[in-house]
């Protein structure tokens, strides 16, 4: 077991990543905790998604900003090197190629979005309306 010298928790995984102090309440909270460099990151992803995907509620779950209606539809979090975005293994599939075109890496469930060069905006609204439209479930 390992214990968060910062918050005390305990994790079975030595440096286990996570969430150290209390969770944001909120998507404006969670961003604003971030690092000021990626801040506008967060925030262009979030624009794109809050239009993508009307009528979802904006909330945190799972400590990360979350579009929910009926189900998780989408979540997107700040990480040390990208920003993770996590629409399902189903639209990672189905989006494989585009995402490689991007550089963007990912693995079943998640996309790495690189903190370098310029955000694919354009396919974060055409994965969000993919998810939208098949109801597809982060």
């Known amino acids: 077991m390992w214990k968060c010298p910062k918050c005390g928790r305990t994790f079975k995984n030595t440096s286990q990543g996570?969430?150290?102090?209390?969770?944001?309440?909120?998507?404006?909270?969670?961003?604003?905790?971030?690092?000021?460099e990626i801040r506008d990151r967060l925030q262009s992803i979030r624009s794109v998604l809050t239009r993508e995907l009307p009528g979802a509620i904006e909330k945190i779950s799972w400590s990360m900003p979350t579009y929910w209606k009926g189900h998780n539809i989408i979540?997107?979090?700040?990480?040390?090197?990208?920003i993770g975005l996590y629409p399902g293994p189903e639209a990672v599939e189905a989006f494989s190629e585009k995402l490689e075109q991007a550089g963007c890496a990912y693995s079943k469930g998640s996309i790495r979005i690189p903190y370098t060069g310029e955000l694919p905006l354009s396919l974060v609204a055409e994965i969000a309306?993919?998810?939208r439209d098949t109801e597809n479930h982060a």
């Open 18 to 36: 996570h969430y150290c102090g209390k969770a944001p309440e909120t998507v404006d909270e969670y961003i604003l905790a971030q690092d000021e």
């Open 75 to 82: 979540h997107f979090a700040a990480s040390k090197k990208h």
């Open 129 to 131: 309306a993919w998810c």
